[in-house]
């Protein structure tokens, strides 16, 4: 019996540790972002060996929380739900991996009137993530609560399109020193750093049903 | 030799009594995956021998008010039409009652040698049924508020959670094997007990009269049972009639066994008779009827959306059909054993028929006497 436990008491662990690791490369994106329109070469070379470093650690757990699951046939009715669950937060740290590295690779030009408007969509679309996560933790714990904290996350990707359209509209409406590949470049970002929200949407839903599944 | 041959029917329902009623104590929770077949039929056999062997006297008293069935051979019929029943019953994957079963296979017998039945112990029998449910589902609402108000204020991690439900049915499940045992032995191996007398084993510091011998072969059989057949009605059970978390299966299982136990131990009957109130009669309980009351109670509570009622429809027409049935099977092979392989199978009143024969009857009596339809030719008595 005491095996049981042992190895429940691990994968919780795990389980925290993952989801930890996730917020932690979510905030790093944010700062990577910020880093780079902010011109802070150094610091956002630092956010890219980080976020390296930490959706490396993220999918290393991952493997070892699924097949600890399926190997001790732990949370036999939800397991599915669970993985598919840490599927999708490990997408956000993935996704944010990505677009952080698109900054590094494709080095856009962001001009200084539109950088407020890309500081805001950065941070409203990772409060989203940020959001999200905490209810990821709250579901393993208060499935009960889950669903309340969720109404932030739809608010915040609300916010975020909002942000992005409003964007969309300066750059094609209101830029016109630019040229078209310039805004369809800057375009881009945002729809990149939009993608962290709509990854937080999608979560979201997930875990919306699975609380209710899950509820006795 | 022939005591072996003939207890084979019993046997046969004490392996039947395992295929079906076993899923009764892990049926949710092998159905819910919460724990693996092989752990549950392991812990079910051990715990029913237990149970059989320990406490199963209490109800077969009660089963033996009902009918006496005297001889081997009637002990032999009654058994194999009660194990048919209820076999034909499982194969139709209806969770089906032994007790029923064996209970209407006894008054088949009854019927056959026009023995009374007991309207009295039937009546106390029939109310279980009846009570049972009722008693499983008002277990069940109890115990699943409570789980809520638990689960509310421990904030337990769902893995923790998920571990301690898997070992909480695992050891309501040993107690409810152990209630099965005890509940229901009389069921397998109550109809012989009258019949086979076998030496007692005298082991100096413990000595194992012929009834724990008989029950503890019948536990042997039910084990059987569980381990070889039971795995597809458990499946049954724990998925058809309504969809069930892990924690109502634990909740379910400890409702059933505490109902099962209630109704088979003796000192609790003498306890509760001891403060003045009524004791508790101790009668083999369906258990199938026990976890459907428990089940039904929770989808009640949970506001009754999730209840399937067709596969409800098709259980309760086991229920009626099973009594039925192994009364109707019992009274046709009796007839049979007795005048076609020339067994006694019990003594039969002919008061009836000697009120109805003429005065140059032979028979013909103002007191009614007793015949053994075995030794005798007798036209009038093939009617039966």
Not at chain 2, 121 to 150: C, D, E, N, R, Y
Not at chain 2, 274 to 300: D, N, R, T
Not at chain 2, 340 to 348: A, N, P
């Amino acid at each position: 019996m005491s095996i049981i436990f042992k190895h429940a008491r691990q994968l919780v662990v795990e389980i925290d540790e993952f989801i930890n690791t996730a917020e932690q490369g979510v905030l790093v994106f944010k700062e990577g972002v910020l880093n780079y329109l902010n011109n802070e070469k150094e610091s956002f070379a630092d956010k890219i060996s980080d976020i390296d470093r930490l959706e490396a650690a993220a999918d290393r757990l991952q493997r070892k929380i699924d097949d600890e699951a399926y190997q001790h046939s732990l949370l036999p009715q939800s397991i599915s739900d669970v993985v598919s669950m840490l599927d999708r937060v490990d997408e956000l740290i993935d996704i944010a991996k990505d677009n952080l590295y698109l900054f590094e690779l494709e080095l856009p030009f962001f001009p200084e009137n539109i950088r407020n408007e890309y500081i805001r969509l950065t941070t409203t679309s990772v409060e989203a993530a940020l959001c999200v996560i905490p209810a990821v933790r709250t579901y393993f714990r208060e499935p009960v609560q889950v669903r309340d904290m969720l109404s932030k996350v739809y608010f915040y990707e609300n916010e975020t399109d909002k942000i992005s359209r409003s964007i969309k509209r300066k750059l094609f409406h209101e830029m016109h020193e630019l040229d078209l590949a310039q805004k369809i470049h800057l375009r881009y970002f945002a729809l990149h750093i939009e993608s962290i929200s709509d990854k937080a949407q999608e979560l979201a839903d997930a875990l919306s049903i699975m609380a209710l599944k899950i509820n006795i | 030799m022939i005591t072996l041959l003939f207890l084979t029917s019993g046997l046969f329902l004490g392996w039947s009594l395992g295929a079906n009623d076993a899923a009764n104590i892990f049926g949710t929770a092998v159905g819910s995956r919460m724990v693996r077949f092989k752990l549950a039929a392991i812990i079910a056999g051990i715990f029913v021998i237990i149970g059989a062997v320990a406490q199963g006297a209490g109800a077969n008293d009660t089963l033996g008010d009902l009918g006496s069935v005297s001889t081997l051979g009637a002990a032999f019929t009654v058994a194999l039409a009660a194990a048919l029943t209820v076999f034909w019953m499982t194969r139709l994957s209806l969770p089906v009652s032994t007790s029923q079963a064996i209970v209407g296979s006894i008054i088949g017998w009854n019927f056959y040698t026009n023995n009374p039945t007991d309207l009295g112990v039937l009546t106390k029998i029939v109310g279980t049924w009846i009570s049972g449910p009722i008693l499983g589902g008002a277990f069940a609402v109890l115990l699943f508020m409570l789980l809520q108000l638990a689960t509310r204020k421990v904030r337990l991690h769902l893995i923790y959670k998920d571990v301690i439900t898997r070992v909480g049915l695992v050891i309501v499940g040993a107690f409810g094997a152990y209630s099965l045992g005890a509940n229901n032995i009389a069921n397998v191996m109550g109809v012989f007990t009258h019949s086979i007398q076998l030496t007692p084993l005298d082991f100096g510091w413990l000595v194992i009269g012929s009834k724990q011998q008989l029950f503890f072969i019948g536990g042997i059989a039910i084990a059987i049972g569980i381990a070889t057949y039971s795995k597809h009605v458990m499946n049954t059970v724990g998925k058809s009639l309504m969809p069930l978390t892990p924690e109502a299966a634990l909740i379910i299982v400890l409702a059933q066994s505490l109902v099962l136990f209630i109704f088979s131990s003796q000192n609790l009957s003498n306890a509760i008779a001891s403060i003045g109130l009524p004791p508790i009669p101790l009668v083999p309980v369906s258990s199938s009827q026990v976890v459907i009351g428990a089940i039904i109670g929770i989808g009640l509570y949970k506001g009754g959306r999730e209840i399937k009622l067709n596969i409800l429809g098709s259980i309760s027409l086991g229920w009626i059909a099973t009594p039925i049935a192994a009364g109707i099977l019992s009274f046709f092979m009796l007839f049979f054993m007795n005048n076609v392989f020339k067994q006694e199978v019990g003594s039969i009143e002919i008061k009836r028929i000697l009120q109805s024969e003429t005065e140059q009857d032979p028979l013909q009596n103002n007191d009614p006497k007793t015949y053994h339809p075995g030794s005798l030719q007798n036209d009038s008595l093939v009617n039966h």
